[in-house]
């Protein structure tokens, strides 16, 4: 098995861009990535890309150069840019190919996303009667989270001011302007107990990396970053997941509990070991849930993490250090491939005035209807 | 709204359909239809449960999929949650009345309920009350 390496990265910034269409925006990531990686675009040998509202991913290749390039578009809900990262990553560590491209990007209408209850395999009066809503999924999950583990809304506003602190450091984040714990809790309610501003909004945006096998890697003098493991997982049996009319009464382990652990087994580390974290945070309460479910800390214990400041950039474990989903919004194909973007910055010590000192290991974690995750492990080569 | 996913019951309310996998004993709602319908035994749930969680619509939903009243000044927020019947199974679905009554741990009854669409036509569905003295 080959090792794998990140040797270049590209971001179209995320945002509001009037006058530009989302293939756009990948196209110049897709650029970026080929230009920071020092190869040229003839010479990446695959590709895995997916957007979900712009069209085919592959429509990047007119405008890149038809050079005959394996093309596979992704689709896999929000996890679709952590699910092209893997394509690539197994792609190369399976030996087939030296080099692979993972894009994403995506533009959506303002709004809360619409989706077709069909296209889920559930019934019409689902979505008919106002259920077909993900944002209610999210605000159920941690109300009742809340309601078992002491959570406080106080700290689901501090995450979302958090992330805005960590946006307006970050060239590539959207909402850049910080907010205060008070004014995210006094903004409009959206769902209970989320508010406007403790929810991301879909966006646009586009990412690319490019990976290499070790050997092109250490050729082109480009190890500053190793892809040491990436695994998704999709729900199990007791999960409670979004777009369910029932649930078993039973609460199981969640799709991001099997991935991580299924990415720290694979990196023989664990999470005691990781430095920094972009975890998905669709809202607040996601983040505060995913801590504890990729096994950063217990059930409960985020409480006191948030008051202490811990997941702050200079507290112990870093989260969401670009302002996350939050911050940045939602282009679904490129969401996951920030967080790993992200990541590469850290590592590579180009994250400015909100990089995180002595960084290693860099975990991330994108979560998707209709219930899979997927996490790639970072190390500083 | 299909007749296998609620039947009218006594007092008021709704009592919910949903299928039992032959096999497992697994509920699940609704009941499946075509090629795995004959996997799950039809049965009726019980006409109460207690409320596992909650949350509130505030703003309009989309239409498509929403056909209620969804105009920004005639909107209606409504309380959405799950109702857990036993150890049998929890069901998702509307809350009717004020959503900001609701605890977690409520007694709730399952109820018709009628929400006016913008033609000024009429959707039925089931749904969720607190029960009679559910508040202490």
Known sequence: MNDVYVIGAGIHPFGRHEGKTGLDLGVDATKLAVEDSGIAWEDVEAAFGGSSASGNADAVLPRMGLTGIQFINVANGCATGGSSVLSAYWAIKAGEFETALAVGFDKHPRGSFNPDPVRYGLPQWYGETGMMLTTQFFAMKIQRYMHDYGISTKSLAKVAAKAFHNGSKTPHAWRRTPMDADTVLQSRMISDPLTQYMFCSPSEGGVALILASEKKARQLGRTQVKLRAAALKTRPENSFEVFSPSLSVERGETPTMLAARAAFEKAGVGPEDIDIAQVQDTESGAEIMHMAENGFCRDGEQEQWIAEGRTAIGGELPVNTDGGCIACGEPIGASGLRQVYENVLQLRGQAENRQVEGARLAFSQVYGAPGLSAVAILEKG | ?136
């Open chain 2, 1 to 136: 709204m299909d007749d296998d996913i609620f039947i009218s019951a006594e007092g008021g309310k709704a009592r919910i359909v949903a299928g039992k996998h032959r096999q497992t004993g697994q509920v699940v709602f609704p009941r499946p239809q075509g090629t795995e319908e004959e996997d799950f035994q039809r049965i009726e749930l019980p006409l109460s449960g207690t409320l596992w969680t909650y949350t509130v619509q505030r703003i309009p939903p989309k239409n498509p999929p929403f056909v209620g009243v969804n105009s920004p000044e005639d909107y209606q927020p409504y309380a959405v949650g799950y109702i857990q019947f036993g150890d049998q199974v929890m069901i998702e679905g509307r809350i009717a009345g004020d959503p900001d009554s609701l605890e977690i741990g409520m007694r709730m009854d399952s109820v018709p309920l009628s929400f006016p669409t913008p033609d000024g036509a009429e959707m039925t569905t089931y749904a969720f009350a607190p029960a009679n003295g559910s508040r202490s």
